[in-house]
């Protein structure tokens, strides 16, 4: 098993700028993808960024390329998403998630967290 909380959500206005993080503990960190996905009312889950088991590579949805970063620090077993140039539209619950498959499907994704609230002001 593998336990992942997130943290680091909150209000933000359009423009700005916001860092989650997602501490994982219990099978070792570095076996797993770590991926983050989203959320919004009434919308499907979707897709953000995900990260290979040494961060050597990443991958990003298309609506946040080059405004997200997704990154992990082994040692500390967590994995971050820098959020900059918010809108609206990034309102959401973001998840993060572990598996063994490389992949922007959630349904591959074996471990999940609880969420944390994003809500971009206009």
């Known amino acids: 098993q593998v336990q992942l909380v997130e943290s680091g959500g909150g209000l933000v206005q359009t423009g700005g700028s916001l860092g989650l993080s997602c501490a994982a503990s219990g099978r070792t960190f570095t076996n797993y993808i770590m991926a983050w996905f989203r959320q919004a009312p009434g919308k499907e889950r979707e897709f953000v960024a995900r990260i290979n088991q040494y961060g050597r590579g990443t991958y990003y949805a298309g609506s946040v390329k080059g405004r997200f970063t997704i990154s992990r620090d082994n040692a500390k077993n967590t994995v971050y998403l820098q959020m900059s140039s918010l809108t609206p539209e990034d309102t959401a619950l973001y998840f993060c998630?572990?598996?063994?498959?490389?992949?922007?499907?959630?349904?591959?994704?074996?471990?999940w967290g609880q969420g944390t609230q994003v809500t971009v002001s206009s």
């Open positions: 998630a572990a598996g063994v498959t490389i992949s922007s499907t959630g349904g591959d994704y074996v471990y």
